[in-house]
């Protein structure tokens, strides 16, 4: 078999989770173990579009890993997150009142190619292991910089200390990275309330046929 499943995560439940749960139902269908492959992950806080390969698709999966992505984001403006999202811990760092023109002139600064560091908190290894599980350990994770495309940043709401964006950009940046140096530029700190994939490419989850994920 060759198939390529489109899946719209829930939050609360990880990428690899979800592949399992497909990996489980095509197995039954078939009659035999599937192969399953993921093209790209999504933290477990947020939700959307997750493209997974099946059988001998699952060759294809570097390919789709490549591609452009649009996200739709939410930021608390005012506070940081150890972990660039709800699931750390959270401190207010500022009360000083943002106004919409502010974060506008302040997010356009990102849009462009940039350097950004990925977060302590990811699936990126370092020496072999995954830098989340070094930081859990309480142990000091050095990620090397790397440039990136971002190729437009729209406001979609805009009510302080909370602001929605859309985000079309290149593979392999990091929102929660995005919100915590939109949240510096502005010297009052930003984290992830929510974060969506709403298109891998011309893959967008309006239009594609969802694979019901079991419980």
Aim: proline content about 4%; hydrophobic content about 35%; charged content about 25%.
């Amino acid at each position: 078999m060759e198939e390529i499943i489109f899946v719209d995560k829930p939050a609360g439940i990880t990428s690899f989770g979800a592949v399992a749960r497909v990996r489980r139902v095509l197995s039954e269908r078939e009659g035999h173990k599937v192969k399953v492959g993921h093209t790209g992950t999504l933290d477990p806080f947020a939700t959307g579009l997750l493209i997974l390969m099946a059988g001998k698709a699952t060759k294809r999966c570097s390919e789709f890993m490549k591609l452009d992505k649009v996200y739709e984001a939410t930021l608390r403006l005012g506070s940081t997150s150890t972990t660039g999202d709800p699931e750390g811990e959270i401190t207010q760092t500022s009360a000083e009142l943002i106004s919409r023109e502010q974060f506008e002139q302040t997010i356009q600064k990102f849009v462009g190619e940039i350097e950004q560091t990925p977060p302590a908190y990811s699936a990126i290894k370092i020496n072999g292991q995954r830098a989340y599980k070094l930081a859990r350990a309480g142990k000091e994770v050095e990620i090397p910089v790397r440039k990136i495309q971002i190729y437009s940043i729209d406001i979609l709401d805009f009510d302080y200390p909370s602001a929605k964006i859309r985000c079309h950009v290149s593979s392999g940046t990091y929102i929660r990275t995005l919100a915590e140096d939109i949240g510096k530029d502005l010297g009052c700190g930003a984290y992830l309330t929510a974060l969506r994939r709403t298109q891998i490419a011309s893959y967008d989850i309006k239009n594609l046929p969802i694979f019901k994920l079991p419980e």
